[in-house]
């Protein structure tokens, strides 16, 4: 790599020499064949060049590429997968304009890499609405060859949803780039059978979801926080009084951050007299989850407690609430707003305030009956100086937020750890081997066998389902061509 050093972007070749993680990725993407691994990197190395994908940003790309909302990251996939959308009706094909989308894709890609670190991520093609003035074969090779030679281990699956049937001969060119591994990746759905890969909360109602999301620009909005936030979730009669109570243990002072165990003593108070108001909850702060909450991000106007997740635990172990501390390091007052992408299963108290000089604030965030945490929920700590003079009543902040630019504006992300059991696991293993059976070899035996001859029965009933549907389609041009040709005999008569 070094005897080409000035074809590669010399941000890339360091980043290889010490991302250990990165040439990994381009080993397991080429099956650890060293030869072929070493000319994906020396091909993608020199696309990242051609391309300045290092430098692309907002700036340099232009404004309409943004409006247009044909390319954009929102939600997730059932495996947790993020997804990257491409809604082909917006795509129109134009040579004079596709190294400028051809880089979105790439500005898209570099983002979300940079921020999740090469998580995969499941493309959707939503062709709905769509006919030949959107076909761009160009376009589309160019983001597979994007998955396949340039962002190593980066791609779970291709979802194509309703694809017209007057495209079908132009993805059999598609799949004629793609190798074997590629091939069967690629997930033909429609309305009926597309929530086997996306569950109906992250799909359009045109898909048969539920997601109300509207792509809009500007701003270029976190791909985490794109559906529809809500400050709060709703109160119900029965909690009225719980909730007061919650927030008066909220504004409660603390010391600084930190004297660990006068924290460590408040958190463990809050959540005692949390405790108390629900009967069910009996639960405490086990000290491995104590000790996490008390790590500790150092912005530039909140120290955030805890930095980077928040533990709640599974239905059966019962734990529904967690506590966020926030103290001002700031000499004036600072605004701040708490979102979530499951605005429908959290209740965040406060979500909308702000918090004075050197002092600290409690936050609770707590599930509603029946929800469970996931691993996709996420949070978003949004917060801005305000001037003394300012009040901080409902008005001034909702006057505050609508005037502050982005610019001024400290966000901070923190996401959900699920603890699944609360027992040790070797009191789990010792459990297991009193009520469950252990399996022999043969009984393992039948079992595969069985598996198998399902799987047989299943391709069978495919190939069948196939030959079906390529005889209807014979039949359906058949008939065509027959009335055209009656219609074209009854013209020249």
Same mark, same amino acid.
């Given at each position: 790599l070094l005897d080409k050093s000035d074809k590669y972007d010399s941000r890339d070749v360091e980043r290889l020499q010490q991302d250990d993680k990165w040439v990994e990725n381009y080993l397991i993407w080429r099956h650890d064949v060293v030869d072929d691994t070493l000319k994906m990197i020396d091909e993608s190395f020199q696309w990242r060049k051609e391309y300045t994908v290092n430098d692309l940003t907002e700036s340099v790309l232009p404004k309409w590429l943004f409006e247009n909302g044909s390319l954009f990251l929102h939600g997730y996939d059932k495996e947790g997968y993020k997804l990257f959308w491409f809604k082909v009706k917006h795509h129109v094909r134009d040579p004079k304009q596709q190294l400028e989308k051809?880089?979105?894709?790439?500005?898209?890609?570099?983002?979300?890499?940079?921020?999740?670190?090469?998580?995969?991520?499941?493309?959707?093609?939503?062709?709905?609405?769509?006919?030949?003035?959107?076909?761009?074969?160009?376009?589309?090779?160019?983001?597979?060859?994007?998955?396949?030679?340039?962002?190593?281990?980066?791609?779970t699956k291709i979802v194509i949803f309703d694809m017209p049937w007057i495209m079908n001969a132009a993805f059999k060119i598609v799949k004629g780039w793609l190798g074997p591994d590629a091939i069967s990746m690629l997930k033909f759905t429609n309305k009926s059978d597309v929530q086997e890969y996306i569950s109906g909360e992250y799909l359009p109602p045109?898909?048969?979801?539920?997601?109300?999301?509207?792509?809009?620009?500007?701003?270029?909005?976190?791909?985490?926080?794109?559906?529809?936030?809500?400050?709060?979730?709703?109160?119900?009669?029965?909690?009225?009084?719980?909730?007061?109570?919650?927030?008066?243990?909220?504004?409660?002072?603390?010391?600084?951050?930190?004297?660990?165990?006068?924290?460590?003593?408040?958190?463990?108070?809050?959540?005692?007299?949390?405790?108390?108001?629900?009967?069910?909850?009996k639960t405490e702060f086990k000290p491995k989850n104590a000790k996490k909450a008390l790590t500790t991000f150092k912005g530039p106007l909140?120290?955030?407690?805890?930095?980077?997740?928040?533990?709640?635990?599974?239905?059966?172990?019962?734990?529904?609430?967690?506590?966020?501390?926030?103290?001002?390091?700031? =000499?004036?007052?600072?605004?701040?707003?708490? %979102?979530?992408t499951a605005p429908e299963k959290y209740r !965040?108290?406060? /979500?909308?305030? @702000?918090?004075?000089?050197?002092?600290?604030?409690?936050i609770i965030v707590s599930l509603h009956g029946g929800f469970a945490a996931s691993l996709q929920d996420r949070f978003l700590i949004m917060a801005a100086e305000m001037d003394q003079s300012s009040g901080a009543g409902v008005p001034e902040l909702t006057q505050f937020w609508k005037e502050v630019p982005r610019t001024k504006v400290m966000e901070h992300r923190l996401r959900c750890h699920v603890i699944e059991s609360s027992k040790p696991s070797s009191l789990t293993l010792k459990e297991n081997a009193f009520n469950i059976p252990?399996?022999?070899?043969?009984?393992?035996?039948?079992?595969?066998?069985?598996?198998?001859?399902?799987? =047989?029965?299943?391709?069978?009933?495919?190939? %069948?389902?196939?030959?079906?549907?390529?005889?209807? !389609?014979?039949? /359906?041009?058949? @008939?065509?061509?027959?009335?055209?040709?009656?219609?074209?005999?009854?013209?020249?008569?």
């Open positions: 051809k880089k979105l894709v790439a500005f898209w890609l570099e983002h979300y890499a940079k921020r999740d670190h090469g998580k995969p991520l499941t493309v959707v093609f939503d062709m709905a609405e769509t006919g030949i003035s959107h076909i761009d074969l160009d376009f589309v090779r160019f983001i597979v060859n994007c998955f396949t030679d340039y962002y190593p281990n980066f791609l045109h898909m048969g979801g539920t997601d109300s999301f509207k792509y809009s620009y500007p701003p270029l909005v976190d791909d985490d926080f794109q559906t529809p936030l809500c400050e709060n979730g709703p109160i119900t009669s029965e909690d009225e009084h719980e909730s007061k109570e919650e927030i008066d243990v909220d504004t409660k002072e603390t010391g600084e951050l930190h004297e660990e165990q006068n924290l460590n003593q408040k958190k463990m108070n809050s959540v005692e007299q949390i405790s108390k108001s629900e009967e069910t909850d909140l120290h955030i407690s805890p930095a980077e997740e928040l533990y709640f635990g599974s239905k059966e172990t019962g734990e529904k609430k967690c506590l966020i501390v926030l103290t001002n390091v700031t =000499k004036n007052m600072v605004a701040f707003k708490v %979102r979530t !965040v108290k406060p /979500s909308n305030s @702000s918090c004075e000089p050197g002092t600290s604030l409690d252990a399996k022999n070899s043969e009984d393992l035996h039948i079992q595969l066998t069985h598996l198998l001859q399902i799987n =047989k029965r299943l391709q069978e009933q495919i190939d %069948r389902c196939l030959w079906f549907q390529q005889l209807s !389609v014979v039949l /359906s041009l058949v @008939s065509i061509t027959v009335v055209a040709f009656c219609f074209y005999l009854a013209y020249t008569q």
